[in-house]
């Protein structure tokens, strides 16, 4: 019988599926948005018949129709071999993928105050395939595993023991399922085994971070102990000094409003006050709009600063990497990032990041560059389906 891999992945108000087969070929794709209200819509990628959701569907109820749409398309020829499922937050208590059992799910759960907008829709995705399919062996694969290899040098917050041992609050980091994609493609790019490779790898899309890997592990990133720390996003702030939350008391703002601000009104959206869209933001610039290009120049200068930053966590740098949506498409912002980055060294080719590297093998580094530079893909989907495949086998 063929085999074929389901991941699923469950955002605070998305759902998004892809299907592999036994060769690791994506043979379809669906996904489901604005969840939970009366506008929400699903769609199954290159196919025109639309799929019917209930009235304010939530996630398990999305992701069922969902998967009864593969099955009576024939997508899907019955159960599938396994379903690798994404789980944001894994806590202290996941440092690899694991098969998912009661006591996992109990642990997953556990770990929902860290992640309260996605643990628990992770949840019921998990929840919505182990009753449709209870045979098949169903695993999580963590954003936050990769990151378990950070020291406490690099995990710790400067605050009294307690506030970790207590509260477990400590920097976390995420992107990690994206991150350890990068590790292993820019290895195999520079033809290096990934335990001989130390790069810096840059996820930038609506949320956006960096990550220091030395020898294919892990050592530094930008999120902490939530997503919102770090360089600044598509709506979210990234890092701010913590003093903002008492003077904005003192001005009348509660602490819930500044928490929403930052997470969804500042970032790219609050200095432009037009939009979190990249590529919005660039065409607006070019037409004049200041604040437009304000946005963009922050953006970038702000990455820089954590490049620089970075390399201080590695002893050599075979590879800067840039992946996400902005990563991978914007040239202009590539250009500014590293135009801040000459002093390390770092010289862009004009002609070779105008095509993405796309003829290069990824790479867009002039010849006097001190580093290779690189504009990969990512491919967080293929992990995942990796990772329930491996641990399906042992079942």
Known sequence: MTQSILVVNCGSSSLKLALFDENEKKIASAIAERLNGQDA??????????????????????????????????????????????????????REAVLIDDDAVKAINSCAGLAPLHNPVNLAGI?????????????????????????????????PEAYYSDWAVRRYGFHG?????????????LGKAPENTSIISAHLGNGCSITAIKNGQSVD??????????????????????????????QGVAVEDVHTVLNHKSGLLGISGQTNDMRTLCELADTGHQASALAIEIFCFRLAKYVGAMMASLSQLDALVFTG?????????????????????????????EHHGRHTDGRIEHPNSSF??????????LVIAREASRLAQAY
């Not at 936050?144 to 995990?155: C, D, G, S």
């Not at 990133?221 to 904005?248: A, C, K, N, Q």
């Open 372 to 381: 290779p530079v690189l504009v990969l893909p990512t491919n967080e989907e």
């Open 127 to 159: 929840e919505a395939t182990r009753e449709q399919f209870p045979d098949t062996p169903q695993i999580a694969v963590f954003d936050t595993a990769y990151h378990q290899t950070l020291a406490p040098r690099a995990f710790l917050y400067a605050l």
């Open 325 to 353: 949506g902005i990563g991978e498409n914007s040239v202009q912002v590539r250009e500014k990032t590293l135009g801040h980055l000459q002093l390390l060294g770092f010289i862009i080719d004009t002609d070779l990041n």
């Open 41 to 94: 819509f699903s769609r199954i990628d290159g196919d025109k018949q639309p799929v019917t959701l209930p009235t304010n569907p939530n996630h398990k109820q999305a992701l069922q129709a969902l998967v009864s749409a593969f099955l009576e398309r024939r997508l899907m020829s019955g159960a599938p071999t396994s379903i690798g499922h994404r789980v944001v937050h894994g806590g202290e208590t996941f």
């Open 177 to 189: 399922i994206s991150h350890f994609f990068m590790a292993n493609e820019a290895a195999r790019r």
């Open 221 to 250: 990133t930008s999120m902490g102990l939530t997503p919102l720390e770090g360089l600044v996003m598509g709506t979210r702030s990234g890092d701010i000094d913590p003093g903002l939350f008492e003077y904005l008391r003192t």
